[in-house]
């Protein structure tokens, strides 16, 4: 089983800055099958990128992903509002798929 | 567009089963592209990949090592529908349930909240 882990915990920004989130996967994740969730509360999570780098339809180009083999990054470019919310990786390489244990974006 | 509507009871006794469905609108449980997942979320577990269906000329599933012994994921193509049994459940597997199609999971239904209690 491929383990995620994902850093930091918890990153706190203001709206405008830059967030930078990590996953680290535990072995090479197969084809670059790495996608990327945002989760609000009470809410399902919501596909932003897959295959590391796709933006999904209708994701914001705010949104990039890039990374390859075992370290991955998403990076919110300048944050908005809606973008404060928990933030999952997930590998789809090989079974089972798993996910990280997420990163918390707050407002500073 | 594509949704998923699910459905099922939100508490279940311990020992019994836990059983979910998940309607398809606006694509096909029997594609040859497609694939359907049941997923669950829980603070102790986060999120947690429990199985898939998917037709390719015949069906198929697999699930994960956690739950592969009391787990069934069928398929209804009559009523475009995916079910989730989980057989013999403890409070450990009490979460939110999500159906979710596809391997990058591109479309989730709304959740069910299910508490394991007698």
Same mark, same amino acid.
């Given at each position: ?52 780098? /796709? ?14 083999? +075992?370290?991955?990054?998403? +990076? ?33 | ?51 898939? +269906? ?14 592969? /012994? ?49």
């Amino acid at each position: 089983e491929i383990v995620l882990t994902q850093s930091p915990g918890t990153l706190s920004l203001s709206p405008g800055e830059r967030a930078t989130l990590s996953c680290r996967a535990s072995q090479s994740v197969s084809s670059s099958y790495l996608a990327w969730y945002q989760q609000k509360p009470g809410q399902a999570p919501r596909l932003l990128i897959y295959g590391v780098s /796709s933006r999904a339809t209708g994701i914001p180009d705010r949104f990039s992903g890039s990374g390859s083999g +075992t370290d991955f990054t998403l +990076t919110i470019s300048r944050l908005e509002p809606e973008d404060f919310a928990v933030y999952y990786c997930q590998q789809y390489g090989g079974l089972p798929f798993t996910f990280g244990p997420g990163t918390k974006v707050d407002i500073k | 567009q594509v949704q998923l509507q699910q459905s099922g009871p939100g508490l279940v006794k311990p020992s019994q089963t836990l059983s979910l469905t998940c309607a398809i609108s606006g694509d096909s449980v029997s594609s040859n592209s497609g694939a359907w997942n049941w997923i669950r979320q829980s603070p102790s577990r986060g999120l947690e990949w429990l199985g898939r +269906t998917y037709y390719r000329s015949k069906w198929y599933s697999d699930y994960a090592v956690s739950v592969k /012994s009391r787990i069934i994921i069928n398929s209804d193509t009559s009523k475009n529908q995916v079910s989730l049994q989980l057989n013999s459940v403890t409070p450990e597997d009490t979460a939110v349930y999500y159906c979710a199609r596809g391997w990058g999971f591109d479309i989730w239904g709304q959740g069910t909240m299910v508490t394991v209690s007698s």
